[in-house]
Antibody, heavy 121, light 106 residues
Framework: QVQLQESGPGLVKPPETLSLTCTVS??????????WSWIRQPPGKELEWIGY???????NYNPSLKSRVTISVDTSKNQISLKLSSVTAADTAVYYC?????????????WGKGTTVTVSS | DIQMTQSPSSLSASVGDRVSITCRAS??????LNWYQQKPGKAPKLLIY???TLQSGVPSRFSGSGSGTNFTLTISSLQSEDFATYYC?????????FGQGTMVEI
């Protein structure tokens, strides 16, 4: 059974870069059937899709964050990474990684437990 | 962006009640609509995809319907473990967007 685990600093100072890693176990990021995404949820607010990466390195980002976001994949470590630059307090959120299916059916069926990131000086 | 609007934002119900949550898309999304359940401090869990297909392992008291712009999630007989927040999410466009959530509480 595929499991995802996010990790990274819980506190980031503005305007530094937020860096998170998602480790995939029980499966491979090389699986051509899936995309790997990041989603965030500010305190008390709704979910926001940040972007995805395919094992080939192909990416797609939310236009509202595109200028600040980089998602990458390390197939040797079976990990997905997220970098968000020039953070502000508005980037404070729980960050989730998830597995996306985008062929035939389109949904996120496996999620990590999430990691809380606070942006504060 | 496709905007997703859920109603109500919250509802109070009792165990055994039949509960329905509505999700409306700002444009037609065919049947590219998913429902997730989120409990406090936990990640969202996929309940229904493609508007009406039950994810494996999800109890049959959950059902989904609709197409185009109007969708409904129904819980036929609410159980204590169903008290949570429910989100709809469209997967029609490349940019996936969520509704604001519906909190189901006692």
């Amino acid at each position: 059974q595929v499991q995802l685990q996010e990790s990274g600093p819980g506190l980031v100072k503005p305007p530094e870069t937020l860096s998170l890693t998602c480790t995939v176990s029980g499966g491979s990021v090389n699986s051509g059937s899936y995309y790997w995404s990041w989603i965030r949820q500010p305190p008390g607010k709704e979910l926001e899709w940040i972007g995805y990466i395919y094992y080939s390195g192909s990416t797609n980002y939310n236009p509202s964050l595109k200028s600040r976001v980089t998602i990458s994949v390390d197939t040797s470590k079976n990990q997905i990474s997220l970098k968000l630059s020039s953070v502000t307090a508005a980037d404070t959120a729980v960050y989730y990684c998830a597995r996306e299916l985008r062929s035939g059916s389109y949904y996120m069926d496996v999620w990590g437990k999430g990691t809380t990131v606070t942006v504060s000086s | 962006d496709i905007q997703m609007t859920q109603s109500p934002s919250s509802l109070s119900a009792s165990v055994g009640d039949r509960v329905s949550i509505t999700c409306r898309a700002s444009q037609s999304i065919s049947s590219y609509l998913n429902w997730y359940q989120q409990k406090p401090g936990k990640a969202p869990k996929l309940l229904i995809y493609a508007a009406s297909t039950l994810q494996s392992g999800v109890p049959s008291r959950f059902s989904g319907s609709g197409s185009g712009t109007n969708f409904t999630l129904t819980i036929s007989s609410l159980q204590s473990e169903d008290f949570a927040t429910y989100y709809c999410q469209q997967s029609y466009s490349t940019l996936w967007t969520f509704g604001q959530g519906t909190m189901v509480e006692i």
